[in-house]
């Protein structure tokens, strides 16, 4: 079946922009995470949800980055008035189960954001 | 939270060669998964390995829960081999997050 994807693939923003990032997971999974990957760097943990509910979302930089997934499956990572600094790649996985515990996590292509 | 230590930062092999990769954790996990970043940047599952041994054509990877550490073996590389091995945990409390490592950047030349 299809796996986790991410739209868009690349994006370019002017510093002080707003953009919206989104991500399908495969479909059935309960458990959805953003993550933000700096050059050089192991991916960041930003966000959770189990299902629609955004059950951690202490890994988000700042109040400029806000996330939700309204009905459970597709979720959207919005970031407000863009920084140089927001610039990384950002990685969305799903997993099957809730919880988190034993259940494996599935990565998307990432979209890479870059500010100028 | 949870540490997590991968060594060698950087490996460079000859096609053929075998290599061993280690990743260390500083706390109980739950979650134990190995990665390959390809050049465009995905995330391709190896492992889900938070303890025990799995095989998987020419790879390996071995989890000792109890002394917090992980292998991954790769045998007989080829130069699509290339690219960065992240091992990622979750665990000292959270079981859902995973932390990753710095990883380790393999190059296999021809």
């Known amino acids: 079946g299809a796996g986790v994807s991410q739209s868009p693939r690349y994006k370019v923003a002017k510093r002080g922009q707003d953009v919206a990032l989104r991500c399908d997971p495969i479909?059935?999974?309960?458990?959805l995470f953003w993550y933000q990957q700096a050059l050089g760097q192991g991916p960041e943990f930003l966000t959770y949800?189990?299902?629609?509910?955004?059950?951690?979302k202490s890994g988000l930089p700042s109040d400029r980055f806000f996330a939700e997934r309204p009905e459970g499956s597709v979720s959207t990572l919005k970031i407000q008035r863009t920084q140089q600094e927001d610039s990384a790649v950002y990685l969305c996985?799903?997993?099957?189960?809730?919880?988190?515990?034993?259940?494996?996590?599935?990565f998307g292509p990432g979209t890479r954001l870059t500010v100028l | 939270g949870i540490q997590v230590e991968q060594s060698p930062p950087d490996l460079i092999l000859q096609e053929g060669a075998n290599s061993t990769l280690r990743c260390n954790f500083s706390?109980?996990?739950?979650?134990l998964q190995w990665f390959h970043q390809n050049p465009w940047g995905q995330l391709i599952n190896l492992f889900y390995?938070?303890?025990g041994t799995k095989q998987n054509g020419r790879l390996s990877a071995t989890t000792v829960a109890t002394e917090r550490y992980s292998l991954l073996y790769i045998s007989s590389s080829q130069t699509t081999d290339s690219g960065v091995y992240f091992c990622?945990?979750?665990?000292?409390?959270?079981?859902?997050?995973?932390?990753f490592g710095k990883g380790t950047l393999l190059t296999v030349n021809p």
């Open positions: 996985a799903s997993s099957p189960r809730g919880g988190g515990a034993y259940n494996e996590q599935f």
């Open positions: 479909s059935g999974h309960v458990s």
């Open positions: 949800f189990q299902n629609e509910a955004q059950l951690d």
């Open positions: 706390d109980s996990v739950n979650n």
């Open positions: 390995i938070p303890s």
């Open positions: 990622a945990v979750s665990g000292g409390g959270s079981n859902y997050k995973l932390t």
